[in-house]
């Protein structure tokens, strides 16, 4: 059974940072694509960022470049995304995926977290 587990979001200023974490279980991690993606209230959930699990160059949203790192340890099963200079825009509930193969839409991730909340105050 596959089960992601996100964490490390909160409350924080514009400017400040908060690194979210999404450990997985149940998966063949060298097999699968693993991705960030938010939701606003009364906006559809959007891609933020991915990465292939084996490697290769993450993908980022125009709006987070420069501002979010994603990465994997593959040791301890955890993606992370790392976000630094955080603007009020970017609150949401912010959501792992998870898909077989390339990194794609948000309608071909297969698997979802239960989603932690970021809300940066101005």
């Known amino acids: 059974q596959v089960q992601l587990v996100e964490s490390g979001g909160g409350l924080v200023q514009a400017g400040g940072s908060l690194r979210l974490s999404c450990t997985a279980s149940?998966?063949?991690?060298?097999?699968?694509?693993m991705g960030w993606f938010r939701q606003a209230p009364g906006k559809e959930r959007e891609f933020v960022a991915a990465?292939?699990?084996?490697?290769?160059?993450?993908y980022y949203v125009d709006s987070v470049k420069g501002r979010f790192t994603i990465s994997r340890d593959s040791v301890g099963n955890t993606m992370y995304l790392q976000m630094n200079d955080l603007k009020p825009e970017d609150t949401a509930i912010y959501y792992c995926?998870?898909?077989?193969?390339?990194?794609?839409?948000?309608?071909?991730?297969?698997?979802w977290g239960q989603g932690t909340q970021v809300t940066v105050s101005s």
């Open positions: 995926a998870a898909k077989i193969g390339r990194v794609g839409t948000v309608s071909e991730y297969d698997y």
């Open positions: 149940g998966l063949t991690f060298s097999n699968y694509a």
């Open positions: 990465i292939r699990w084996s490697g290769g160059n993450p």
